[in-house]
């Protein structure tokens, strides 16, 4: 039997999925990745009042889950990036992957809508047009000077992370990341788009992660925090951080700080900023993972270039850490969950003003526990070599991750396990497809 459908239109501020079908009309009938004045043109005629999420690098690893996950539950989709880091064929395998999920799993549902453009969120001409496509038309709107717009939330992931390219390149660096978000949120505001989740990263903790024991939101601060710590005793922390060990991650602070400033001037905004810890992991199906043009530098992808001979052995960066077995410890989150973790940041903020979380599991792994749980998910032995350190990287970072619990209503659902096992699946199925 279809399920019945509602506009599930909110205030520019907050958002809601509606119904379990996802509720949301369909404002365009192609879905096609170019786009002139004619297309905007289109996009103004055909959207009445449906509301949207702008995602800003979509296309990449992290971002195309959760456009996958916001698809899934309903919400209407468009995807803003310049494609440097990303594949257009990854836009295409989500729509693809949104009308099979449409036509099987929620047959007789209304399909939400997905667009790309392929732009770069810092060329402010462009979007500037992107955005006056999505904007309520005076008829519509309340007689004030505020604009509104079709798009009741943006999910910011256009932000280069490679620490060691970071520490080499620091301005291209701070130029996208930091200088880009700056020009991005005032051409937001100017469209009174003001509810943002910001996609920060554990990096921010510098050096404090090591002291051993799961890192708390309060111990990175954008303002002076006074709390009870595990043992019930008060801490006082200052606003600022401590140890910051590369480029990247002094853009973060730096990115959090400014939307923290921001959203205390303009009490109008909801600014989440969700702390990364280690994503890993693809969506169960095997159709959708990491894909960059350009070689990752990150753990599990280098573990997968080793196993398909893309490179003859795997460089571990220290062994003379304070950990068990003397390797890094990271927590590793499921992408999957992940992605839920930025659709509870849309949903379940009930305040305004600047917030920050932990996405993260509470529980570290080494370098070689995770190459041992590889290796039992895939049968394949991957050979290692001990080499020094790293320069930027730290012993420890494990998160604690209470407040999204008892906030967002979020906490991880997938093992390591399920990492390594969804990861295997979809380079098989990547082997099959070639």
Request: charged share 25%; with cysteine; hydrophobic share 35%.
């Amino acid at each position: 039997m279809p399920c019945s459908t509602s506009s599930g239109a909110s205030s520019p501020g907050r958002f809601s999925s509606g119904s379990d079908c996802g509720d949301l009309d369909t404002p365009f009938t192609e879905r096609s990745i170019l786009f002139d004045d004619h297309d905007i043109e289109v996009a103004v005629q055909q959207s009445t009042l449906e509301q949207h999420i702008l995602v800003v690098g979509g296309c990449g690893f992290i971002g195309s889950h959760t456009v996958w996950e916001l698809a899934k539950a309903g919400y209407n989709v468009i995807i803003i990036d310049n494609l440097s880091n990303a594949f257009n064929s990854v836009y295409h395998r989500l729509d693809a992957m949104i009308n099979l999920h449409y036509d099987t799993v929620k047959a007789g549902c209304r399909r939400p809508s997905l667009k790309l453009f392929e732009a770069d969120f810092r060329d402010s001409k462009t979007m500037g047009k992107i955005l006056e496509a999505y904007e309520i038309p005076l008829v519509f709107q309340e007689p004030e000077n505020q604009r509104h717009s079709r798009i009741s939330g943006v999910i910011h992931f256009a932000a280069f992370k490679a620490v060691g390219e970071s520490i080499k390149n620091p301005l291209k660096y701070y130029a996208n990341n930091v200088g880009g978000l700056i020009d991005f949120c005032t051409l937001l505001s100017d469209f009174g788009i003001k509810n943002f989740v910001f996609s920060s990263s554990a990096t921010v903790y510098g050096t404090v992660a090591d002291i051993g024991i799961p890192l708390r939101e309060e111990y990175c601060s954008q303002t002076r925090t006074v709390f009870l710590d595990d043992d019930g005793q008060k801490k006082v922390v200052e606003s600022g951080c401590s140890g910051l060990t590369n480029a990247y991650g002094r853009t973060k602070w730096m990115c959090e700080a400014i939307l923290n400033d921001l959203a205390h001037a303009d009490p109008e905004w909801t600014i989440t900023a969700l702390r990364y810890f280690n994503p890993i992991g693809c969506d169960e199906s095997g159709l959708l993972g990491e894909d960059p043009r350009a070689a990752a530098t990150n753990l599990m992808p280098v573990v997968l270039r080793v196993m398909t001979g893309e490179s003859p052995i795997l460089n571990v960066y220290g062994d003379d850490y304070d950990t068990p077995d003397g390797t890094a410890v990271r927590d590793y989150i499921h992408v999957t969950d992940l992605a839920l973790g930025h659709l509870a940041a849309l949903k379940s903020r009930t305040d305004r003003g600047f917030r920050v979380y932990n996405l993260g599991s509470g529980r570290g792994y080494s370098v070689l526990e995770l190459v041992a749980a590889m290796e039992a998910v895939s049968g394949q032995k991957i050979p290692t070599q001990l080499v020094g350190r790293r320069e930027g990287d730290v012993g420890m970072c494990v998160a604690k991750a209470n407040r999204a619990e008892e906030e967002l209503g979020w906490r991880t659902q997938k093992s390591l396990g399920d990492c390594c096992r969804d990861v295997w699946r979809f380079l098989e199925e990547s082997r099959l497809t070639v």
